[in-house]
Every structure is written in C-alpha cells, then in structure tokens.
C-alpha cells in the first residue's frame, strides 16, 4: 500500500535547493532525528543535482510504503536524460571525472538505507532512495498523510541564502559533533587500554583456573566410573551371600540372625542402586553414553514393569494399574533408557505411596510425533517449591515418610538427563495430601543429534553436501526450521537455519547461500533494516531473499528488495516452486539439473481452496505441483519453469485469466503450453468458441472430479503418469 505525499518538479537550477528542502521537512514531520533529517536532505540534493544537471530537468516523488510498522519512505528522481553509460564503474569508485560524476551516487548510496538505479542510454534514469521509518514512529493513515501533505503546502519555499544558511549551521553543528566524539574517543581509547591490562591478566588468571576446572570434572568422572566398577563387585557378592544364607543354603537360620541378613542384604541393594545412578550420570557427563534406538511396543514394556513391580508394593492397600495402550504406535527409541526412566517413576511411587492407587498411562504428547507417559499416585504429594529441587542431584526432600524410606537423591536428576537425551523432558504436577503425577514426554521416532537444530558453530557451519544447493533459513522458531527440512528433504537444497541476525550475518559469510528464507518476526530484531542492508551491500544484493512471515505487507518487503513475499503458511509445494524459481542460476552452477525428473503442473487461481482441490485431484499423478496465486505471478512461472500443463481460473483480480492467455499466447517461450480452463461461470457460445481456439480445454469448477481430471491430463498430456495417492503428502 502506497501514499504519495509530494512532487517536485526539477526546472531550474533553484528547484534542485526545493527539493532538498522538502525533503528535510517531509522527515522531520515524519519523525525522523536532526541527523537522519540532514542525511535524507543531502542525498536528494545530489540525485536531483545530477539530474538537473546530465538530463535539464527532471521529477523528485515523495511516497509512504507499506500498511505495517515501521514503514517505508520511498523518494523517486527520474530524468528521460542520455543515462548512465559507466554506472558501474561509478558505483565501484573507480570513475574519474572532472564534474564529479558520481560521487553523489556513491554518497547518497552511503546516507540511506537503500538505494536503487536504473538507467538506460538514451532513455533516462530513476533512482530510488529508501529509508525505513523508525520502530517508534506511528502507523501513518491515509487522514494523517493528508494533513502532513496540508501541511507541506502551508509551509513556503526558502529562499537559496536561507538554505545555504542552513546548510552552514547544520556543517557546523557536525563539525560540533565529531570534535565532541573525537575528544570522547581519546579519553575513551586511554580507558580502554588501561582496561585492556587488567582483561589481559584476568584472562590469563581465567584460563589457569578453566584448566584446573577441566582437570577436576575429569578426574571426578574417572573417580566415579572407577569407584562405581570397583563397589560393583564386593556389592554383588554381598548380594550374592546373603542370598545364599536366606535360601538356607547351608543349614537354617534363627528368626534374628533372618532379621539381620535381610537388613545387610536391603542395604547393599540401596548401595548398589546408588552405585548405578553415579555411573549412568558419569556416562552422561563424558558424553560416553548411547542411545541405542529399536522398535518396540509400549504395552510389552509396561508386561515387564507390571512384573517387575507388583512384588514390592507394600501392602494390599496399594493398587498398581497399568491402563491399555493398544491405540498407541509403535516407538522407535532406546527401550532401555525408556524403561529405566518410568521404573525409577515408580519406585518412588510404592516408596511414598501408603494407600490409594499408582496409575500407569500413555497418550500421544502436545506436539504431533510425541507419547506421553505419565505415573500418577494417590501418594503424600511435593510442595510447589520443592517440585522443581528434587530434579537437582542429591536432593531430597525431608518428611516422616521420607526419613523411613531413604533414596539416593540421583534417580530423578538421572532421569532428567537420559530423558534429555531421547530428545525429550520429564516434568511433574502435586499437591501436598492429594498425589504426584510424574510425566516422560519423548519422540516416538528418536533422530538423531544431527537432525535437531540448535546454534551452528564450528566446521558443522559449511559442511554443505556436495552439488546440493545451500539455503539460509532465518527463523527463531525451531519447529519451522524442523519442518522446512523436512519440506526439502530430497531435493537438491540442502538447509542451513540460524535463530537470529547475528547467526545469519556469520552464516552469509561462511556459506554464501544461494538464497534466503526469511521471517520479519525475530523476538526485537530489526529484519526490514536487515533486508535493505542485505540488497544494498554489493556483495549480497545478489542473493534472492524469500520472505515467509505472518505479517502480511508485500509491498514494502519488494519494495526493501525481497525476491518473493509469502504469508505463513507456506505449503511444501510453493516453498520448493520458489526456490527453484530463485535459484535457478545456482542449479546449474552447483551441477544440480534447473528441472526436477517429474513434469511441473502450474496452477494460477486467486482462490487458496480451490487450488488446494485441484492438488488433491492431482495428488495420484507423478507430477510436480505448483501454485499462483494470481495472473501476474502465474506468467512469471510460466516463464521461469516452463510447465507442461497450465490450469487457469478465468476471473481474477489485477490480471484477468483471459489477459494471461493473451501474454502465454504473444511469447515464445510460453505459446505452446497447453492451457485449461477452469471457470465458475456459464460461458456464451461465442466466448466458449473464441476460447477454445487458445486452449485445450475448459471445465466448469462445480463439475470436476478425478473422472474429469483423469480423462483431461490423458488427452493433454500422456507424459503425467498415475501414481499411488499417498506419495505425495500435501
């Protein structure tokens, strides 16, 4: 959306100082600084000055871009002049001329956000100046523009000795500024360098401890699997004995010499246990323990618990019920790490449960490919302030029941960290008096580490696959970089993600991607300025950036430079249609064919559901789908993918479907694709006639059906092949 707010037209020489003071006044009402004022000034001084100066004339043009915040000053200087025949020679800086020839180029270029030039020898010259309001500048209406416009009116023209009046005391107030900052950054630069002693010091003092720290966790790691092993063995054989003499293996025993076996043998087994945590956390730290991921069916699990379990309940008090998980898939995880986590559940459960019920459950989790295991107790229940300490190592909680049954104060930390380890977390609900609910939320299928996507760093950065096609995704939600990945799984883009704008400037250096997905929505970041700094830095102009987000202002994104705009979500086939669009150059570099093996189906329709009807109808034939959402986007694919059947709604906005059969039909590339039509309307004789003459079909929206759709693509198109409906997920 656009509001035009002002045009100066470049005369004579006097309306060159016009525009530079209309500009200074345009940003100071739109609430730009004193600085920013003189910077927007300055620059249109110079494009104007220069079309005044190659072209006798010219038109300077005011416009507000964009409905969303901050928006867009755009200024437009266009000449019908002889061009610019060395532009790039001047943008570079290596143009000498006597006039001064581009050096206003170069300097406005410097003092806006973004500058844009087109030029034509012969024909003239536009340059677009562009500036992105503040974050803290309102939302300015089509009623407040007017009145800034009213206000521009009331607000008489300067003469040239005020303006160079002006000019003089802003050069002054400059000059005020820097020897300011220049005598702050002297005393800044002494402090800095007394600073830097001490840092230095620090940081050598830093790195001694850091490696004594780094000697201690190790040899505290080696202590603990070393004394784990080493208490394994007396422990067992205590275990072992004792058995033996409670089996009466060699002859009977008193009543109190069973008494005290038992009270040995319960106390090894606690010690044992205590030894087992203090190994399993020791793995963990080292980073020594695997998970080992097999198929298997929680309700076999849940058999052996039941087994397992039933043994120590205390007494018939205490029921313990394992509900049915028939409904549940089969998981794809390390059973072992699983069944330890929900054993040690429920031990504490019999622990601090005296009477009621312990309930075993499972259910798929929150997110979609997550179970959810839960024991619940009718137990003595946790404190709030508490629930969160027992998941800390050798923590436990004091109370009557808890001094009688003594625990370890590992298992729940253990459990934590193994759970954490399948991908997934542990969590717990109490209430004092009432129970505890313990919950293991884990991936039904485990991926492995290298699927998960976190902070890039190291050689992992540029680790691209060979001939595949790196694409920079910038998004801070992790679930939507996860299911892009799985969007492009298979094709020749490989996916590299970065949370934020810092991450991505590194991987932009690292990588040079081929292109880049972008979402305006950044948790603070300033993304519009990042867009207009990405196509304005000569080495990233290049680099096509499709902008995914939710808020929903394309004009500004295209007018900052995006190469596409797609409001979320974005379905797989548009996503893939556009980067192969945008990155068609980068295909072939990478040795990657332009085309995929399967032919490509465009549809161009203005109605999101009907398109997705007509996926639905395709989705049993081996083709690659892709989608427009109006006439123009449509013959822009047309072009760049050269399908082989085009489906064409007829009334659309802006572009009109029959306006497009007449572009397809006027171009080359494009005549000999065969078009159907798709209409909601009842078509006259003569208008079904002439259409008919320029495509290879027309049918009406309310009468397609597979039947129809199955007899029109083995007329049009023998190529396209059926296959079965569920290899193609939509």
Not at 8 to 19: C, G, R
Not at 269 to 285: G, H, P, Q, R, W
Not at 524 to 530: I, L, R, V, Y
Not at 637 to 642: N, S
């Amino acid at each position: 959306m656009s509001f035009s707010l002002l045009t100066v037209s470049l005369t004579y020489e006097d309306d060159v100082v016009a525009a530079r003071q209309r500009a200074r006044q345009i940003a100071g009402l739109l609430g730009f600084d004193q600085q920013d004022q003189t910077r927007i000034g300055t620059a249109v001084s110079e494009i104007a000055r220069n079309a005044f100066r190659y072209a006798r004339g010219g038109i300077v043009e005011f416009v507000i871009e964009g409905h969303t915040a901050p928006q867009l000053l755009l200024i437009r200087v266009s000449d019908k002049g002889p061009g610019i025949a060395d532009l790039k020679q001047i943008l570079d800086g290596r143009y000498q001329s006597q006039t001064g020839m581009g050096l206003g180029l170069i300097g406005a270029k410097r003092l806006m956000d973004q500058c844009e030039i087109r030029t034509e020898i012969g024909k003239g010259t536009t340059v677009w100046l562009k500036k992105v309001l503040s974050t803290r500048s309102p939302l300015w209406t089509a009623a407040e523009i007017q009145r800034v416009v009213d206000q521009l009116v009331r607000q008489p023209a300067q003469s040239i000795q005020e303006e160079l009046r002006q000019q003089n005391h802003e050069l002054l107030q400059a000059l005020e500024e820097l020897k300011a900052r220049q005598e702050e950054l002297v005393s800044v630069n002494q402090e800095l360098e007394d600073t830097n002693r001490g840092v230095v010091a620090l940081y050598a003092e830093l790195d001694e401890k850091a490696d004594h720290l780094r000697r201690a966790d190790q040899l505290k790691s080696r202590f603990l699997s070393n004394m784990s092993h080493e208490f394994r063995t007396p422990l067992n054989s205590i275990l072992a004995l004792s058995g033996l003499l409670l089996d009466r293996a060699d002859g009977d025993l008193t009543g109190e010499q069973d008494k005290q076996v038992r009270y040995i043998r319960k106390g090894a087994e606690s010690l044992l246990d205590l030894v087992n945590d203090l190994l399993d956390l020791a793995k963990i730290e080292a980073g020594k323990i695997d998970v080992r991921p097999v198929e298997f069916e929680l309700a076999n699990m849940f058999s052996a618990l039941r087994g397992m379990l039933k043994p120590l309940l205390a007494s018939t008090s205490v029921t313990l019920v394992f509900e049915e998980t028939a409904q549940l898939p089969t998981l794809y995880t390390d059973e072992g790490k699983v069944s330890q986590i929900v054993r040690n559940f429920l031990s504490n459960a019999i622990k601090f449960t005296e009477r009621g019920e312990i309930r075993v459950t499972a259910a798929t989790g929150p997110q979609d490919g997550d179970v959810t295991i839960s024991v619940a107790d009718t137990g003595i229940g946790i404190k709030l302030e508490d629930q969160e300490h027992i998941f800390e190592d050798f923590t436990q909680i004091d109370g009557p029941v808890q001094r009688r049954v003594h625990g370890t104060g590992l298992g729940l930390p253990l459990c934590r960290k193994l759970a954490l380890l399948l991908g997934g977390g542990v969590s717990v609900q109490s209430q004092i008096g009432i129970g505890s609910t313990f919950r293991l939320t884990i991936p039904i299928q485990h991926h492995r580490q290298e699927e998960t996507y976190s902070e890039p760093t190291g050689a992992s950065i540029i680790d691209i696959e060979h001939g595949r096609i790196p694409i920079l995704v910038i998004d801070d939600e992790p679930q939507t970089c996860l299911l892009y990945e799985k969007f492009l799984r298979d094709t020749p883009f490989h996916l590299v993600a970065a949370s934020n704008l810092r991450q991505a400037d590194r991987l932009v250096q690292a990588v040079r991607p081929s292109a880049v997905i972008l979402d305006i929505l950044l948790g603070g970041d300033e993304t519009w300025q990042w867009l207009a700094r990405m196509k304005s830095d000569h080495r990233t102009s290049a680099i096509p950036i499709l902008v995914v987000t939710t808020v929903d202002d394309q004009a500004k994104g295209m007018a900052l430079g995006a190469s596409a705009y797609c409001v979320k979500p974005l379905d797989r086939l548009r996503l893939q249609a556009e980067l192969t669009r945008l990155t068609a150059g980068s295909a072939e570099s990478n040795g990657v064919s332009k085309q995929t093996d399967m032919p490509t189906v465009l549809i161009v329709e203005d109605d999101e559901s009907y398109r997705y009807v007509i996926k639905r109808h395709m989705a049993e034939y081996s083709c690659h789908v892709v989608e427009a959402a109006h006439g123009s986007e449509g013959m822009h694919l047309a072009h760049e993918l050269h399908p082989k059947l085009i489906w064409l709604d007829l009334n659309m906005p802006e572009l009109s479907g029959r306006e497009v059969l007449e572009r397809l039909a006027s171009s080359p590339r494009t005549q000999n694709i065969p078009v159907v039509i798709l209409t909601s309307q009842t078509l006259s004789a003569d208008e079904r006639s002439t259409l008919e003459r320029t495509t290879r079909g027309i049918i009406r929206k309310d009468t397609l059906s597979d039947e129809v759709m199955k007899r029109a693509l083995t007329e049009i198109t023998p190529g396209i092949a059926m296959r079965r409906r569920a290899s193609i997920p939509l």
